[in-house]
């Protein structure tokens, strides 16, 4: 099979200068409805189509230069990593994708705003940095659908994290994935918020991806997965454009309980979500029927994001002391 997104790379890179220093940023992004299977495992190819908002300053920094040393180096967070490290090991095959076998030795360094690994969409957020800062560092006249596929071999919602606002990733249909790429709303929603209710910002113990691939294999709930959500996809689409919240809301965490309805019924069962999870559900479920306008969204972490209007914060954090809320159209050029 054709890999599309190898082929994109090997040509602009005809073109490519040296590598420069280079800087990137990218948002993280939350799936209001999700991504979970996918019918190509080694390109990253979906079987659902899914859609995100973006976090404004919750996101990574990266930037690419030629490595002083003569050999590759990779920093996280300012601290030297061992090149065998997970990190590390999955920056550098990704920077590979550009160096196609050249002894180019680069230094990789990267700044997380948010907790890594913590199913807050670090990784999204970090192949999507690393995306533009590898093309930068090129010199690659790319666009940013092109980097949107070059960014879903590192991580795949990292193709929703090449932009600000709601973005929808695109399964596609062909086989070499050519056409499975993150595709920017062109709306803005300035009341929209996130609040993210913080429960263990540690590694998890699964990988989203050991996760996903164990569900898509063992669970008896997931051969109705991918119809469903491909519907609430486009109901959620449908809602944003309609501004309409409730149905947004409603949809966004039916889906969201769905996927984990997915995982609890894979053999053994999977779940990302504690007892401190479902206590905060059940803390916004009694809230709701009060009159809190929030709904709930869960990815492959134990944190519960909470999405509202403006007209609703005072009440979200009254509810939720200490929740990190996020307005995704306020961000100011991360």
């Known amino acids: 099979m054709t890999d599309a997104v190898q082929t994109l790379i ?3 890179m005809r073109e490519a200068g040296e590598a420069q220093t280079f800087s990137a940023y990218a948002p993280s992004n939350i799936a209001l409805s999700k991504y979970w299977g996918k019918r190509d495992r080694a390109l990253n190819l979906p079987l659902n189509s899914s859609l995100s908002i973006s976090l404004a300053e919750w996101g990574s920094h990266t930037t690419v230069e030629p490595s002083q040393s003569g050999s590759d180096q990779v920093l996280l967070d300012g601290q030297p990593l061992p090149p065998t490290s997970g990190f590390a090991r999955k920056a550098l095959a990704f ?3 550009f160096r196609g076998g050249r002894d180019v030795p680069l230094m990789i360094s990267t700044r997380n705003t948010i907790p890594t690994a913590a199913g807050l969409a670090s990784s999204a957020s970090g192949f999507a940095a690393l ?3 590898l093309c930068g560092s090129f010199g690659l006249d790319l666009q940013a659908q092109d980097m949107s596929r070059i960014a879903r071999l590192g991580s795949g919602s990292a193709t929703r994290s090449l932009w600000h606002g709601f973005v ?8 070499d994935g050519g056409d499975s790429h993150g595709v920017p709303l062109d709306l803005v929603w300035p009341e929209f918020r996130i609040a993210i209710v913080e429960v263990d910002t540690g590694p998890k113990l699964h990988s989203s991806r050991d996760g996903m691939n164990h569900t898509v294999d063992t669970s008896p709930l997931f051969s109705s997965w991918p119809e469903m959500a491909e519907r609430d996809c486009k109901t959620i689409e449908q809602a944003i454009n309609q501004r309409d919240f409730e149905t947004l809301g409603q949809t966004a965490e039916a889906n969201a309980l769905a996927m984990h309805a997915t995982m609890q019924a ?12 479902w ?6 479920w009694q809230a709701r029927t009060e009159g809190l306008a929030a709904y709930a969204t869960m990815d492959a972490g134990a944190n519960v994001k ?23 159209f306020e961000w100011s050029n991360a």
């Open 10 to 12: 090997d040509q602009a």
């Open 279 to 284: 206590a905060i559900l059940q803390r916004l």
């Open 306 to 328: 909470l999405a509202f209007l403006k007209e609703a914060e005072a009440d979200v954090l009254q509810a939720f002391p200490g929740a990190r809320v996020i307005s995704p």
């Open 168 to 175: 929808r990733w695109d399964k596609g249909a062909r086989d």
């Open 95 to 97: 920077a590979d994708l």
């Open 131 to 133: 995306t533009r800062a």
């Open 266 to 277: 894979a053999r053994p069962a999977l779940s990302y979500l504690t007892d401190q999870s």
